[in-house]
């Protein structure tokens, strides 16, 4: 999704931009720009990779500027498109994220006022809408303008004769770095890091000016004071770390973040008023779901508390009576999906609890109460550490809320198994998903959402078709595609769900499937019916769980290497969905 930054201090302003805007390239993004202020605006954009125009981008004088990565919603990936968008007389540039829903009277109205519009997007009606406005308080004028807009928003502007950026947000991210002489502003802390570690993050209705005498916030023309905070996570968190990929290191950082992710949730936690409700409704989107799903299995069992897990963007359909708590579980905080559910929730006065990897992200400024991961930053557009988390934070929420806490020893295995599994050799089941067009993952019980996931990891970076499936589903339809073509990954585990998995996979075996089987070490009698096995170490059912989850991970990572993919930028997606 759209990554801005601005800069104002005594640097390159399109130096700091270019490379803040390289910082955001996880969320996505089809094209890019920077605008810099000197005092004349000058502006470079264009469609496609930033580091094939980083140069050209960077040679725009001045040291105050504003940048944009552009996500397509309205009107196509092009250099016309992309940000920074000019008012007519060119001499003040926007960056805008999110979604200005009434840009289509706004843009009729003033076209009839005589302003001419170079682009298809919404964006570019901002503006003309501060150039309608302006009398030479440029301040005064965003401020009128955003009044008029309807959707949602962080923007950043800048114009001539004007030493000063003015940033504006609404149900969009939008965060200032606090540097010395120097500011910054962006849509999350990694354009940040290296410059300074002291951060502001706006709220909703916030207008703020960043100038050489400083910054202000202002809600109306009011001002209004928002704290400074520190953010510990260090530039060397951000890089690659020695990996081919990021999805790589994210892959092997998750023993640490599972063992920092459970012990930093801890009985001060959670209020007792979350400890016993009388339903549980979760609400996610993508590998959170998932975390989700897996929530609902192990609450129902262990707690004997009803839960329903939902997907966000479904949520607005689902009619009330909504009863007892609503948790939303989100990696990025700012999934559009994610945060109407909760907006509906509060709405319905339940109580609400997030679960979320970013500080002071916008679903931590809604929810009653938030719980963290310690994931530190995914850049990956494929989730993989921040679904373990999530399962950290949902195994410990499950043990505070259950009388008998009879798995938590146990969960300190995890990370020792993940660190086994991320040895084992599993090039024999890559050359069995190379070639294939379509896979299947089956499940059982607990293993059914991590079929999904798995599945979902498989499809995002390696394009091949992979479904996730209920394994005694198959049966009821998907049988019909099974051949010597379609291999299937079976998760068989020692646990409940073992025996009748064996038997499933043998009806699929006679359905002539390559099987790629996922069990215990040592496990003979899967061994003798599966085509490739991989073993995971055996311990207790829900370490079982994760180390499957972390070998899929490395499964759909290697395939897609395998194929040559773009592994952390999968084609089309992109890593923190602002829109619904
Ligand atoms: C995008 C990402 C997924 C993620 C989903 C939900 O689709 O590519 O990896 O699972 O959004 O994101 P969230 O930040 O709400 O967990």
Redesign the pocket.
């Known amino acids: 999704m759209c990554g801005i930054v601005g800069y104002i201090g005594f640097r390159s302003a399109a130096s700091v931009i270019v490379e803040g805007l390289q910082k955001l390239e996880y969320r996505g993004y089809d094209s890019f720009g920077v605008a810099t202020n000197n005092p004349r605006i000058d502006v470079y954009k264009c469609e496609g990779k930033i580091s094939e125009k980083a140069q050209a981008a960077q040679r725009l004088h001045g040291s105050i500027g504003v940048g944009h990565t552009r996500w397509a919603t309205h009107g196509v990936p092009s250099d016309r498109n992309a940000h920074p968008h000019l008012d007519c007389t060119g001499r003040i540039a926007v960056v805008h994220n999110g979604i200005i829903e009434n840009y289509a009277a706004l843009t009729r109205e003033l076209e009839e006022r005589g302003h001419r519009f170079r682009s298809e997007t919404d964006t570019e009606v901002v503006a003309h809408l501060i150039e309608e406005y302006y009398r030479g308080d440029l301040v005064a004028a965003v401020r009128q303008a955003i009044a008029r807009l309807k959707g949602s928003y962080a923007l950043l502007v800048t114009a001539e004769g004007h030493e000063e950026i003015v940033a504006a947000r609404d149900s969009s991210p939008l965060v200032l770095g606090i540097g010395d002489q120097e500011l910054f502003a962006a849509s999350d802390v990694t354009p940040l890091l290296g410059y300074t570690e002291r951060v502001v993050y706006l709220e909703d209705g916030d207008l703020a000016t960043l100038d050489r005498e400083g910054w202000h916030v202002y809600r109306a023309d009011t001002p209004v004071r928002r704290e400074i905070e520190h953010v510990s996570w260090d530039v060397e968190t951000v890089r690659k770390g020695g990996f081919r990929h990021y999805m790589l290191k994210e892959i092997f950082e998750q023993p640490k973040v599972f063992y920092d992710t459970l012990h930093g949730i801890t009985p001060e936690s959670l209020p007792e008023r979350y400890r016993r409700p009388s339903e549980i409704t979760v609400v996610?989107?993508?590998?959170?779901y998932h975390a989700g799903l897996v929530f609902k299995y192990l609450c129902e069992s262990t707690c004997r508390i009803p839960v329903r897990a939902e997907l966000?963007s479904e949520f607005k359909y689902f009619t009330p009576p909504l009863k007892g708590i609503v948790m939303v579980?989100?990696?990025?905080?700012?999934?559009a999906d994610?945060l109407a559910a909760l907006k509906k929730a509060k709405a319905y006065n339940c109580p609400t609890l997030a679960i979320t990897n970013v500080l002071g992200s916008s679903v931590t400024r809604i929810a009653d109460h938030t719980l963290y991961m310690r994931a530190g930053p995914e850049i990956s557009?494929?989730?993989t550490k921040?679904f373990v988390a999530q399962l950290a934070v949902l195994m410990q929420l499950v043990n505070l809320m259950s009388p008998k806490n009879d798995f938590a020893e146990s969960l300190e295995r995890a990370n020792s198994a993940i660190e086994e599994v991320l040895l084992q050799d599993i090039s024999r089941a890559v050359e069995i998903c190379r070639p294939a067009q379509h896979l299947f993952y089956v499940g059982r019980g607990l293993f059914y959402p991590i079929a999904l996931e798995g599945a979902l990891k498989m499809k995002?970076i390696s394009y091949i078709h992979a479904e996730g499936y209920a394994a005694g589903e198959l049966k009821h339809g998907p049988f019909a595609l099974l051949s010597e073509e379609t291999p299937v990954v079976a998760l068989c585990s020692p646990g409940d769900t073992y025996s009748i998995m064996l038997s499933n996979i043998k009806e699929m075996k006679a359905r002539n499937a390559p099987i790629i089987g996922i069990g215990a070490r040592g496990d003979r009698e899967l061994i003798d019916i599966v085509d490739v096995f991989i073993p995971i170490p055996e311990c207790h059912e829900l370490v079982q769980m994760i180390s499957t989850s972390v070998l899929l991970q490395l499964l759909a990572y290697q395939t897609a290497v395998a194929l040559d993919r773009d592994v952390d930028q999968p084609r089309n997606?992109?890593?923190?969905?602002t829109v619904e």
């Open positions: 996610a989107c993508g590998s959170s966000g579980i989100t990696q990025s905080g700012e999934t994610t557009v494929a989730a921040s995002e997606l992109a890593k923190s969905v």
